[in-house]
């Protein structure tokens, strides 16, 4: 149990169909990202958040929306997706300073899109 | 701009050898240097860090590291692998201060009995 808390763990969803992954942490964070997890590919980050101000967008496409509406919370909303879309989507939060700047990730959300 | 590299897609050794997976980085600061490994079907599990001080740094189940600055590595290694070390290992890097974490490739480590 690392302290970062992703639901659900697996989602099925139609391209037509809009949801959201949400992540929780109470470690005291105060930076949090969403990441990309691909079969044979590297990971891939796709948004952070630092003081619940987004402060990275890496050319992710406009049907994944971030959303951190404070610094213990961050969602993903999904909206007209593409199969290719299907992957492990990993929530990670971490100190931005300090003797402890390691990120800690959350379980995943297995995202199958048909 | 920072960036990892994992040169190893995978690496294999039996049971009771000793395992390396290796890590080089480049960063235009002082660097944060990471191992994580990720067992099937979870998450990344934090294994070691290097901030600052002693080269050597030793971590969860074993696992140690160490810090090259001359030749930007963080190799991780273990002197005697079990199989249940068999899982994907993920080196990462962030700049001192920044909040970005970029990652490598990973490399599969398959430890036979």
């Known amino acids: 149990e690392t302290g970062v808390t992703q639901t659900p763990r697996h989602l099925v969803m139609g391209m037509t169909n809009k949801k959201s992954l949400k992540c929780e942490q109470h470690?005291?964070?105060?930076?949090m990202y969403w990441y990309k997890q691909s079969a044979k590919k590297p990971l891939e980050l796709m948004f952070v958040y630092s003081l619940e101000e987004r402060v990275e967008n890496n050319s992710v496409p406009s049907r994944f929306s971030p959303e951190c509406p404070n610094s213990s919370h961050l969602f993903l909303h999904l909206h007209t997706l593409q199969p290719e879309d299907s992957a492990l989507y990993l929530c990670?939060?971490?100190?931005?300073?300090?003797?402890?700047?390691?990120?800690?990730f959350g379980q995943g959300t297995r995202l199958t899109v048909v | 701009a920072q960036s990892v590299a994992q040169p190893e897609d995978q690496v294999n050794v039996a049971e009771g050898n000793p395992l390396t997976v290796k890590c080089t980085y480049s960063?235009?600061?002082?660097?944060?240097l990471f191992w994580y490994v990720q067992y099937p079907n979870r998450g990344l599990q934090f294994l070691l860090k290097?901030?600052?001080?002693?080269?050597l740094v030793k971590g969860s189940y074993g696992f140690e590291a160490e810090f090259n600055k001359s030749q930007t590595s963080f190799h991780l290694k273990k002197p005697s692998a079990l199989v249940s070390d068999s899982a994907l290992y993920f080196c990462a890097v962030r700049d001192s201060g920044d909040y970005k974490l970029s990652f490598g490739a990973g490399t599969t480590v398959t430890v036979r009995a």
């Open positions: 470690l005291g964070h105060n930076a």
């Open positions: 990670a939060s971490s100190r931005t300073a300090g003797a402890w700047p390691e990120a800690f």
């Open positions: 960063v235009s600061g002082n660097p944060y």
């Open positions: 290097y901030i600052t001080g002693d080269n």
